[in-house]
């Protein structure tokens, strides 16, 4: 819709001979856009997926001090996409028509072995010890298949096309682990926990070439917490009745992805045939990422039990990071994981729970969570000055980026050129602000800090709940105000177009000895669609917005009938409700909506979270619901 005339009635995109209804007539063009109303209704993308997941647990207990349990799990799922290109579309190479459909499926299977050991040695002193081992496997089988030019066009199948393409992929990972897990109780008072945990990847390295499985990797974690009210004995105290400090430190190592230690070969399209290399160069010297984390908390209950503290610091530094950047195509790739850089967080978690009202028929309680961390990089390999994220690449002119020293959330954009102080510099000659067309860094994404807020209202059976959510910063790019202005001229920067302005800058002067003098800025130019076009469009930073918000992420009204109701009937309980989702969001940011993530939520590392362009509003939905306990 942002491509299409203000004048023209888009829902109109037939014919009355049933083709499709062009802006230019009779014209064929490919640039002729399709009109929105037929994508929706002839363009149709479908998703379909069957999913089950379960399991089956055995327990032993071969001794009071001894007991044994296997779980073995599957989550499996077939996913079926298909993809329409109509008749007379303007996709490019799909003006007769065509249709892909992808057929994925995922399996994954879980097994996990468990023994438990239990001993009292003394009234003030007992421990549990756990051994385990778990083998996690996944198989992906995924198959896509094209097929160009429609021999009946009102026909949408497979069967129906006259060329057609097809590509199957594999993909099997496995994971081995077998760890153990010491928790010792002392005086009911002290807590103290072990644990330790060896993994065996087949995505890593294999030092023995005969071996099945790669390069083996270690972890483990230590923990202690103190009840110190048990100690002074305020178990009752009406103002401190419960008090706990905590502490930990625990390191994590993680694997890559399959086939990263030596790249598959793929079918090859274009001259000569054959195979080719994969998308991902192959790296024999991949090691385990590790991340180390260091926690401090402390717990406490005030009132008996009316009000309640939990906060924790923390601080995490992972290294050997698992990063894949960009290599160059000479060399038969496009990216290759290696192992480089180094990130570290820090951040405090608080959480505060209390019942301000609490009668025989009305209670209030409020649970409140403040947020915040602070992510830096310390570090890059060596041959590189930013690590850029492809998936977070969906404008011309703004890019997601690490840069040292700074977030692994940043932006790296291009910018006004700037004098020392920071002021837009003026060309002498045009008027108009000079561009930097280098990516720099521009901002972080994620939040200075968040806070949830719930409120819950009993009155008798009837309860409502609500739940309140508050960012403060971060930056977003308003992407499609990018398109609008640079592409279709609908944004609303571009109302002042042909009014004359003078640009608030300096113009650079260069002097004999070496410096430069600025100077302000005088020079009336006129806000022509060039402008718009080719210099204030092409200026990423000019798109970046720090954005605040509120949100109702939800309410909830239910009434739970009591089981008296229903006498000796087999039901024991029902509960009704009605839950509203999305309901209000009061934001300072000139978009949609501030919360987008333009290539979804599964893309690693800083991810493609702070980018708008195309990105659907979150979906407000109400949900009625009943459960009956029988």
């Known amino acids: 819709m942002l491509n299409w005339p203000r004048n023209d009635d888009a829902r109109i995109y037939l014919n009355p001979d049933g083709s499709r209804r062009r ?33 089956a647990t055995l327990n032993f207990a ?20 298909r993809s329409v290109r109509a008749v007379g579309t303007s996709l490019v190479n799909n003006q007769d028509g065509g249709i892909a459909e992808t057929t994925n499926a995922n399996r994954i299977l879980n097994s996990n072995f468990l023994a438990t050991l239990n001993h009292q040695f003394s009234e003030n002193f007992s421990g549990t010890l756990t051994l385990g081992n778990t083998v996690e496997q996944l198989r992906n089988e995924k198959t896509d298949v094209i097929g160009l030019i429609f021999q009946n066009p009102n026909f949408i199948s497979i069967n129906n096309t006259v060329n057609r393409n097809a590509l199957t992929s594999n993909v099997q990972r496995r994971l081995v682990g077998n760890f153990a897990q010491l928790s010792m109780v002392f005086w009911d008072q002290l807590f103290v926990e072990l644990s330790g945990r060896y993994d065996i990847s087949s995505t890593l390295p294999r030092p023995d070439k005969n071996k099945i499985y790669g390069k083996g990797f270690g972890y483990g974690s230590i923990g202690a917490g103190y009840e110190f009210t048990r100690t002074l004995g305020l178990e009752q105290n009406p103002i401190l009745n419960y008090g706990k400090i905590r502490g930990s ?48 908390g402390v717990e406490l209950r005030f009132l008996q039990n009316r009000l309640g503290l939990d906060a924790n610091v923390y601080r995490t530094r992972t290294t050997d990071q698992l990063i894949a950047p960009r290599v160059s ?28 009202v609490k009668t025989n028929n009305f209670t209030w309680d409020v649970l409140a969570n403040f947020y915040r961390n602070e992510n830096r990089t310390v570090e890059l390999p060596s041959v590189l000055t930013v690590v850029n994220q492809s ?61 949830q807020l719930t409120n819950t209202f009993t009155y008798k059976a009837l309860q409502f709940t609500f739940l309140l959510d508050f960012r403060k910063g971060g930056k977003v790019v308003n992407g499609n105000d990018w398109y609008a202005t640079r592409t279709s001229g609908l944004s609303e920067r571009t109302l002042d177009r042909y009014k004359e302005v003078v640009f608030d800058g300096v113009i650079a002067t260069p002097n004999a000895d070496g410096s430069t003098t600025y100077t302000q800025n005088t020079r009336p130019v006129e806000l022509t669609q060039g402008y718009y076009q080719n210099t204030l469009g092409t200026v990423g930073s000019a798109f970046i917005e720090d954005v605040s918000w509120t949100r109702l992420r ?24 009605v839950t509203g989702r999305n309901l209000l969001l009061l934001t300072n940011y000139t978009g949609a909506d501030p919360e987008t ?19 659907v509003p979150a979906t407000r939905g109400v949900d009625m619901g009943v459960r009956v306990t029988f």
């Open 329 to 356: 195509q000479a060399t038969g790739f496009i990216l290759q994981y290696i192992n480089g850089g180094t990130v570290e967080n820090k951040g405090i978690e608080i959480s505060l729970n209390g019942s301000p």
């Open 23 to 55: 802006l230019t007539g009779a014209s064929t063009s490919a640039n002729d856009a399709d009109n929105p109303y037929f994508t929706v209704n002839r363009n149709p993308q479908t998703d379909r997926t069957n999913r089950f997941i379960g399991n």
């Open 249 to 296: 430190i625990a390191e994590v190592g993680k694997d890559t992805g399959p086939y990263r230690v030596e790249s598959p070969l793929a079918a090859n399209t274009y001259i000569g045939g054959g195979f080719r290399n994969g998308f991902f160069g192959s790296n024999s010297l991949l090691i385990p990422e590790r991340s180390r984390s260091y926690e401090l």
């Open 554 to 577: 939800y309410a909830t009204l239910s009434y739970n009938i009591p089981a008296a109701t229903f006498g000796q009937s087999f039901i024991k309980g029902l509960e009704l409700s």
């Open 62 to 81: 071969a001794y009071k001090w001894l007991n044994f349990s296997y779980t073995l799990g599957t989550d499996f799922y077939q996913e079926r996409v």
């Open 391 to 451: 998936d977070a690449f969906i404008i011309d002119f703004a890019q997601g980026g690490a840069y040292p020293g700074k977030p692994i959330t940043g932006i790296g954009a291009s910018d006004w050129q700037r004098a020392p102080d920071g002021r837009v510099l003026i060309s002498p000659t045009t008027g108009y602000p000079l561009v930097d067309a280098n990516f720099t860094y521009q901002g972080d994404r994620a939040p200075d800090f968040t806070t």
């Open 597 to 615: 993530s333009a290539a979804g939520a599964g893309v690693r590392g800083g991810g493609s979270n702070g980018f708008d362009f195309g990105s």
